[in-house]
T-cell receptor, first 113, second 112 residues
Framework: DTGVSQDPRHKITKRGQNVTFRCDPISEHNRLYWYRQTLGQGPEFLTYFQNEAQLEKSRLLSDRFSAERPKGSFSTLEIQRTEQGDSAMYLC???????????FGSGTRLTVV | RKEVEQDPGPFNVPEGATVAFNCTYSNSASQSFFWYRQDCRKEPKLLMSVYSSGNEDGRFTAQLNRASQYISLLIRDSKLSDSATYLCALPDSGAGSYQLTFGKGTKLSVIP
């Protein structure tokens, strides 16, 4: 499978717990993006990596959120002390350059109870 | 004006009909535009890219109107399988920004 892979597909966690999601982009793509999507909304940008460098972060990315892409390959998104408002679909996408459409992964659906 | 605005619909059309959606945007400097299709509880999938005045791919046509700052998506001969939410996206207007900003999507239901 040469698409964008995300793991896990679903995560149910209790409020206050930490969660970590993983994204494996398309191997030739040096740009990696994290988005969040809630019901009835379009995807909202969270953060962007070019290779291993995190170049942009949204105001949506509070201090409880952290993302890494240690070797410019896979990326992780960690949410600490989860809140019910964090319940959403977390989408990872990659692209080979700017001005080019993204390829999204299947997403990780987070439910905080 | 919001960065990207779409009519949420739903658009309920019979099979075989032609339907068009518009997407208005505020970033007048954008050089690229994208239409994505999203099925329920699935990820968005790139449908069409628009870099100049428009693009056509089979039953789908995207047109760009820079003067009025909107892009449209026309679907001819609608199929049941076209039922989905259609998202438009374009680069964020912030300086040095690399990410795409998405609209909320337009829901299409094609009815037998």
């Amino acid at each position: 499978d040469t698409g964008v892979s995300q793991d896990p597909r679903h995560k149910i966690t209790k409020r206050g717990q930490n969660v970590t999601f993983r994204c494996d982009p398309i191997s030739e793509h040096n740009r990696l993006y994290w988005y969040r999507q809630t019901l009835g909304q379009g995807p909202e940008f969270l953060t962007y990596f070019q290779n291993e460098a995190q170049l942009e972060k949204s105001r949506l990315l509070s201090d409880r959120f952290s993302a890494e892409r240690p070797k410019g390959s896979f990326s992780t998104l960690e949410i600490q002390r989860t809140e019910q408002g964090d319940s959403a679909m977390y989408l990872c996408a990659s692209s080979p350059g700017t001005g080019v459409g993204y390829t999204f992964g299947s997403g990780t659906r987070l439910t905080v109870v | 004006r919001k960065e990207v605005e779409q009519d949420p619909g739903p658009f309920n059309v019979p099979e075989g009909a032609t339907v068009a959606f518009n997407c208005t945007y505020s970033n007048s400097a954008s050089q690229s535009f994208f239409w994505y299709r999203q099925d329920c509880r699935k990820e968005p999938k790139l449908l069409m890219s628009v870099y100049s005045s428009g693009n056509e791919d089979g039953r789908f046509t995207a047109q760009l109107n820079r003067a009025s700052q909107y892009i449209s998506l026309l679907i001819r001969d609608s199929k049941l399988s076209d039922s989905a939410t259609y998202l438009c996206a374009l680069p964020d207007s912030g300086a040095g920004s690399y990410q795409l900003t998405f609209g909320k999507g337009t829901k299409l239901s094609v009815i037998p």
